[in-house]
């Protein structure tokens, strides 16, 4: 049997008094490391520079690639020698906050980030530049900024992209000081996210859309707070996604029951079509969207076309669908707002639909579906 090469180890080479998330270069190393594979006993190295922070997609593509060294303002700040020997001029140089000089340079492949290499971003299908910057007291914050962004998704709906982005980066930081883990903001959240739908049962909209306003904020925080700490968990992403699947439809329907206390309350039959629409519809789009991932490599159906990427910021998620309810709300008519995401959410899934069977015709007449993003 073939023997499987030894994964490489992790390592930070000098110290740095400066703080990143609250976490010393070191540990923050070992967790890159772990999030990266690289907890191995043997085998090459990976030398990580604490006088610089990187993104961990940059610590894969070095790991990927024995030999490589990358550089910024010349000194070395990753890289990935595949002997103790070439190690040695390594260390010396990351020491010293100096380049490789002469023969020290000889058999690797050196990467200056200020030329702008990209690496492959797998689950985006998207070539991008990962953050990589020296780590100092004046620069700690533009690093905490590129680190936060850096853990944001391409490609969401529009209060995500553009309306809470710097809240939640002000609660991350706040909680990565006081050492509130990830699981923590999940539960706090969740108090949130199950008290809304008493108030929209009640018929108070406006204090039912501030609960939810909450959590759908610290919706953000608990992921990005995992992310930029480096402290995800399996059970911690089990609990944060299942309760984004299970708690959209229990909302919308306890919105539609608190009508009566406006006496707006939809007739029965017009209660159980526009229920039977938002709620099939929500079930049909997630099933298109896996049925699209599991088709076409497991890309996700939003990366495919710019078209898609844009579609997906007001395509009938929550976060649009709340958007339609407040505007309901603006002219005090919570009843047309319910019909409105009901609407909505069929034209999403029919939208959609056509993409997917777009998307397998194309590949029926031997065509490719490829990301956008990737595109050069």
């Keep these: 049997m073939r023997q499987q090469p030894e994964r490489p180890r992790i390592a930070c080479v000098g110290t740095n008094d400066t703080l990143l998330w609250g976490l010393t270069m070191a540990e923050r190393t070992r967790r890159l490391g772990t999030e990266a594979g690289l907890d191995g006993e043997g085998g090459s190295l990976v030398l990580v520079n604490a006088d610089f922070a990187a993104d961990v997609a940059w610590i894969r593509h070095v790991a990927a690639h024995p030999g490589l060294v990358i550089t910024l303002d010349g000194v070395p700040a990753l890289c990935h020698p595949r002997t103790a020997a070439e190690a040695e001029p390594l260390r010396t140089a990351m020491l010293q906050g100096r380049a490789l000089i002469g023969s020290e340079a000889a058999g690797f492949d050196i990467l200056a980030y200020e030329d702008g290499p990209t690496v492959e971003n797998k689950t985006l299908r998207k070539r991008e530049t990962p953050f990589l910057m020296r780590l100092r007291p004046e620069t700690r914050q533009a690093v905490e900024r590129a680190s936060y962004f850096g853990a944001y998704k391409g490609v969401t709906d529009l209060l995500t992209k553009y309306l809470w982005p710097e809240w939640a980066l002000w609660l991350t930081r706040l909680c990565a000081r006081l050492g509130v883990t990830p699981n923590m903001v999940t539960i706090v959240g969740a108090i949130f996210c199950i008290a809304a739908p008493f108030a929209f049962a009640d018929g108070r909209?406006?204090?039912?859309?501030?609960?939810?306003?909450?959590?759908?904020?610290?919706?953000?925080?608990?992921?990005?707070?995992?992310?930029?700490?480096?402290?995800?968990?399996?059970?911690?992403?089990?609990?944060?996604?299942?309760?984004?699947?299970?708690?959209?439809?229990?909302?919308?329907?306890?919105?539609?029951?608190?009508?009566?206390?406006?006496?707006?309350?939809?007739?029965?039959?017009?209660?159980?079509?526009?229920?039977?629409?938002?709620?099939?519809?929500?079930?049909?789009?997630?099933?298109?969207?896996?049925?699209?991932?599991?088709?076409?490599?497991?890309?996700?159906?939003?990366?495919?076309?710019?078209?898609?990427?844009?579609?997906?910021?007001?395509?009938?998620?929550?976060?649009?669908?709340?958007?339609?309810?407040?505007?309901?709300?603006?002219?005090?008519?919570?009843?047309?707002?319910?019909?409105?995401?009901?609407?909505?959410?069929?034209?999403?899934?029919?939208?959609?639909?056509?993409?997917?069977?777009?998307?397998?015709?194309?590949?029926?007449?031997?065509?490719?579906?490829?990301?956008?993003?990737?595109?050069?």
């Excluded at 710019?306 to 958007?323: G, I, K, Y």
């Excluded at 009843?335 to 029919?350: M, N, Q």
């Design 205 to 376: 909209y406006w204090l039912g859309m501030a609960l939810g306003l909450v959590f759908m904020v610290l919706d953000t925080v608990d992921g990005k707070l995992a992310r930029c700490t480096l402290t995800s968990s399996v059970i911690g992403n089990m609990a944060d996604h299942g309760l984004d699947l299970v708690h959209p439809p229990f909302w919308f329907w306890f919105w539609g029951t608190g009508l009566a206390s406006w006496g707006l309350a939809l007739p029965e039959k017009a209660f159980a079509w526009t229920m039977a629409a938002i709620l099939c519809g929500y079930v049909a789009q997630r099933v298109i969207e896996g049925v699209f991932m599991r088709q076409n490599g497991m890309m996700h159906i939003h990366v495919w076309t710019r078209f898609d990427s844009a579609f997906r910021l007001v395509t009938a998620r929550r976060n649009p669908n709340m958007v339609i309810l407040f505007v309901s709300m603006l002219f005090s008519r919570p009843d047309l707002g319910l019909k409105g995401v009901a609407w909505w959410t069929v034209a999403s899934c029919l939208v959609h639909l056509v993409r997917l069977v777009q998307a397998r015709l194309l590949v029926g007449r031997g065509g490719t579906v490829t990301s956008w993003l990737a595109e050069p």
